[in-house]
């Protein structure tokens, strides 16, 4: 059987390593000031953060119109692909997987299968890769979902960030914890609840030095309650030099870790608001 891998945009995998793997990622829009625009096809990184600053309104995201994966799909069908295994980010902050799910059972030429990656960012990019791995060497589509729901429950994460009013406009964190966040200059932890998926203030902690030291805290203890090597993950929201000092900071403390570091582009951004910095980690796929 041959199988395809679709991804979208805030996957944040790279060029090569899109083209290395035969992933195909559908750009996510971000509208800022009223203007559309697909993430890493009409706007950069750099580009929506220098817009970020001086947009005239908070800017928000939307979704992939459904004619365009019904033609990427119709596309793929027509390149021979019997399944597309379609990796997407979480219901939680996006309808987008689940409008695929309703889709899918119309779609006749090929099999669809919506995968809510419960996450997003590289942890899902993660997610595509091994499965477009799994694809190259000839696994089912059933054996691909399972290996992705295990690497997927081995996913901790944890946020810090600037400012919470992004999320709170977006729907995507109470009002409450904007206000204690904003008015007493307190730092919370975010993280995705490990029940529901949504974005939820963890903790609360009273600056970004000691709220990143509180996220090393739990990543200690995430690595004692595991049996399986772990890979880290620092990603930072247009600040990488933060972000590469943290990250060669717990690659200093935990030599036998990979550590990468990587970013939160437009659609992310747009909810968590520049200078964000997160300390993630899961599985390592290439050695367990």
């Known amino acids: 059987m041959k199988i395809a891998v679709v991804t979208d945009s805030t996957c944040y995998l790279s060029a090569e390593e899109v083209e290395r793997y035969h992933i195909h990622v559908v750009p996510i829009p971000v509208i800022i000031d009223g203007r559309s625009y697909d993430e890493d096809v009409d706007i950069t990184t750099s580009e929506f953060y220098d817009r970020l600053r001086n947009s005239k309104s908070f800017p928000s995201t939307s979704q992939p119109p459904l004619g365009e994966m019904i033609n990427l799909y119709d596309q793929l069908a027509d390149e021979g692909y019997d399944a597309v295994i379609s990796i997407h980010l979480a219901s939680t902050i996006s309808g987008f997987v689940n409008q695929l799910k309703t889709l899918a059972p119309t779609i006749d030429n090929i099999r669809v299968i919506p995968y809510d990656s419960q996450i997003t960012v590289k942890l899902m990019g993660y997610l595509a890769i091994e499965a477009a791995k799994m694809a190259a060497d000839g696994a089912e589509p059933e054996a691909i979902i399972a290996r992705m729901d295990d690497l997927r429950s081995t996913i901790g994460e944890y946020f810090v960030v600037d400012d919470l009013q992004n999320l709170v406009r ?77 990250a060669d900071k717990i690659a200093t403390q935990y030599p036998e870790i990979p550590v990468e570091q990587s970013y939160f582009g437009p659609v992310i951004g747009a909810h968590l608001g520049e200078k964000a910095l997160a300390l993630a980690w899961m599985k390592d796929f290439e050695r367990a």
């Open 170 to 246: 977006g729907g995507r964190l109470s009002n409450a914890s904007a206000f204690i966040g904003s008015v007493l200059r307190i730092k919370p932890l975010l993280t995705f609840d490990d029940d529901t998926h949504e974005i939820v203030a963890f903790e609360k902690v009273r600056s970004r030095k000691k709220a990143l030291a509180r996220v090393e805290d739990l990543f200690v203890q995430a690595q004692s309650q595991v049996d399986y090597p772990l890979r880290a993950l620092v990603i930072n929201a247009n600040d990488p030099e933060a972000g590469q000092t943290w």
